[in-house]
């Protein structure tokens, strides 16, 4: 019955817009390269929509100055230069956003009857994702978001997604003969975190977290006259989140030296603090490193190693690290890793500021924003497409979808 309404609906559509015949009855019509082009008789293209296949006919105009033609009824209804419907279109960019592209053709045919092979949701939704990237760099005014939350987080990571061969080539990686398999994109989340669910534990606000993310570099050299590619991105999202005007700022990282650069030159007044979740991670794998035939030795050394930290007796922890560096390379750089951090790691003093620095909502977003749509088995990306979706997924995660979308339809209606 769907079926039946949906085809019905359709060939409403098609007959009231193929009858309609005013997009031809002007001889001439503005080309975009200033010249004029002529009408060119009718053409017949088939579109997918909401409703099924539409079979539209629409005026054609030629222009012989440049030898471009175009139909102006697709420009009216937004077909230009593409098959899908916009609300196809926009289907194609929530699926191809969560799914494979093969995943994504799947679900629509089975969800909402619209048949798209896997290339063109691969290719509609890059397209729109670069659109999406586009507008994003356009878009980085304050958002209406009131009252500022009294603090504001800002976590920074980076994550290796695999990559197409011809996208490596030449690069050093991790992999044994040095060659690389991935590449990082780098990513940077901000939240906040006023509600607590015990007296001294903040949680996470739901809904106020925001991502944008790339594979661009971060690295900015005292040459250079404007900022690398990723703390421009940074700077952005911190504009729209209004993070400078916000009365208390914190930047979490996994410890990373390139974090801490990016903080110190965009934020030297934000509370830096290595994301604890991260350290004891970190702890664990050095356990299991010293004590490799002995799990329970391990277990027993980084609790101990773990409640050190948290009780900011870092001295002690440090010199429980200095005993073991002598035999494991693991111990002596973790033993150099924390002392590095150590001001980042001020945990009891931080809970005593009311800050959240357990949460591991920094290698979370990593994982929600990049890992699940992108770190899939079998996955192979080129920089441009796996840059368009991480676009698409940004935005529609930080709910900012609909607002590019409506942007979107009124710059095509003013063109
Ligand atoms: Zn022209």
Not at 356 to 379: N, P
Request: proline share 5%; hydrophobic share 40%.
């Amino acid at each position: 019955m769907r079926r039946q309404a949906l085809h019905l609906a359709g060939r409403a559509v098609e007959q009231r817009l193929n009858a309609d015949h005013s997009d031809g009855q002007a001889a001439q019509a503005d080309c975009g390269c200033g010249q004029l082009a002529r009408y060119a008789g009718r053409g017949t293209k088939t579109f997918a929509s909401v409703l099924g296949p539409l079979k539209l006919q629409r005026a054609y105009f030629h222009c012989a100055a440049c030898g471009k033609g175009f139909c102006p009824r697709d420009r009216q209804l937004g077909l230009e230069d593409t098959s899908l419907s916009p609300a196809v279109t926009r289907m194609v960019a929530a699926v191809a956003s969560m799914v494979s592209f093969q995943e994504g053709s799947q679900l629509l045919g089975e969800l909402a009857g619209v048949v798209v092979e896997a290339r063109q949701v691969q290719r509609s939704a890059e397209a729109l994702g670069q659109e999406i990237a586009e507008d994003e760099r356009l878009h980085a005014q304050p958002l209406e978001q009131t009252p500022l939350p009294a603090t504001l987080y800002l976590g920074i990571d980076g994550t290796g997604i695999p990559m197409r061969a011809a996208e490596l080539q030449g690069r050093h990686g991790k992999q044994p003969d040095g060659t690389a398999k991935t590449r990082e994109v780098k990513l940077c989340t901000i939240w906040s975190a006023e509600a607590r669910d015990a007296p001294d534990r903040p949680v996470r606000g739901e809904g106020s977290v925001s991502y944008a993310a790339a594979i661009e570099s971060a690295a900015t050299a005292d040459t250079d006259q404007t900022p690398a590619a990723f703390p421009q991105r940074v700077l952005r999202e911190a504009a729209r989140r209004r993070f400078p005007q916000t009365e208390r700022t914190v930047v979490l990282g996994d410890g990373a030296p390139w974090i801490w650069n990016i903080a110190r030159e965009l934020f030297p007044r934000a509370v830096q603090v290595v994301d604890r979740f991260h350290v004891k991670q970190h702890l664990s794998d050095v356990s299991k490193a010293i004590y490799a035939t002995d799990p329970q030795s391990a277990r027993q050394w980084a609790q101990r190693r773990q409640e050190e930290l948290d009780s900011g007796r870092l001295p002690d922890l440090l010199r429980a690290l200095r005993r073991q560096a002598d035999r494991s390379d693991a111990a002596r750089k973790c033993l150099q890793y924390i002392h590095r951090n150590r001001e980042r790691m001020r945990y009891p003093a931080f809970e005593a500021m009311g800050l959240c620095t357990s949460t591991s909502v920094v290698e979370a977003g990593c994982k929600v924003a990049i890992g699940t749509r992108l770190k899939r088995a079998g996955m192979h990306w080129s920089i441009p497409g796996a840059n368009s979706i991480i676009a698409l997924r940004c935005c529609r995660l930080s709910g900012r979808f609909q607002d590019f979308w409506e942007r979107r339809s009124e710059h095509r209606k003013a063109a």
